[in-house]
């Protein structure tokens, strides 16, 4: 099946410095991942679309300038938290469509998620 | 916009009762229909989907019917395990290649 990754899993950083998360599509290619970024006990909430090549495209209320989002390449997209704060802190998980798409729906394959802490 | 919204929580069972997680969505056309499911510390797995109008999807013994005169898709399991216990996710997507819409998701605690 369609396997997405996720690293870290876990990382605590100080106030002000960088985290860059990575999303991997592992056996298929993906033109197309999204980040959701999920608060404690609520839903995901999309925070921008990654296209490979372009830029992404972020959702209202989301800072490009903060989570600077860079797809290279058709089986990774990075997410980085730039000058990060304890606000920040949330569980980010990516998911990703497979390319060939062919499917009378859309699935999206997600990953394990990464757990980021801000002190 | 488009919407999911889902029974509010958490839902707690003993191990065979008969579990029902209602939820119903707002969209235009015809969305296709997901249920995903995140156990302690992990990321979301998909369950079950539907994509049209009367399909009913199934996994693991849940299912769920796609109801467009109600715009709902309920999950039902017949009889939980302690093992079901996790957070359940309604979804839809209402045009290929975008994001999907998730409800606010439901817990369930299922105990021996």
């Known amino acids: 099946g369609a396997v997405v990754s996720q690293h870290p899993s876990r990382v605590i950083c100080k106030s002000g410095t960088s985290v860059k998360i990575e999303c991997r599509s592992l056996d298929f290619q993906a033109t197309t991942m999204f980040w959701y970024r999920q608060f404690p006990k609520q839903s995901l909430m999309l925070m921008a679309t990654?296209?490979?090549?372009?830029?992404?495209?972020?959702e209202q209320g989301v800072e490009k300038d903060k989570f600077l989002i860079n797809h290279a390449s058709l089986t990774l997209s990075t997410l980085t938290v730039t000058s990060a704060h304890p606000e920040d802190s949330s569980f980010y998980i990516c998911?990703?469509?497979?390319?060939?798409?062919?499917?009378?729906?859309?699935?999206?394959?997600f990953g394990p998620g990464t757990r980021l802490t801000v002190l | 916009g488009d919407s999911v919204t889902q029974m509010e929580g958490p839902v707690t069972l003993s191990e065979e009762a008969f579990l029902t997680i209602n939820c119903t969505y707002t969209a235009t056309g015809y969305p296709s229909l997901f249920w995903y499911v995140q156990y302690p510390g992990e990321g979301l797995q998909l369950l079950l989907k539907?994509?049209?109008?009367?399909d009913k999807g199934s996994n693991k013994g849940f299912e769920a019917t796609y109801r467009k005169e109600t715009t709902s898709f309920h999950l039902e399991k017949g009889s939980v395990q302690v093992s079901d216990s996790a957070v359940y996710f309604c979804?839809?997507?209402?045009?290929?290649?975008?994001?999907?819409?998730f409800g606010k998701g439901t817990t369930l605690s299922v105990s021996s």
């Open positions: 539907a994509t049209k109008a009367d």
């Open positions: 979804a839809l997507s209402n045009q290929a290649g975008t994001a999907l819409i």
């Open positions: 998911s990703a469509r497979d390319i060939r798409g062919g499917s009378s729906y859309n699935e999206q394959f």
């Open positions: 990654s296209n490979e090549g372009s830029k992404a495209t972020y």
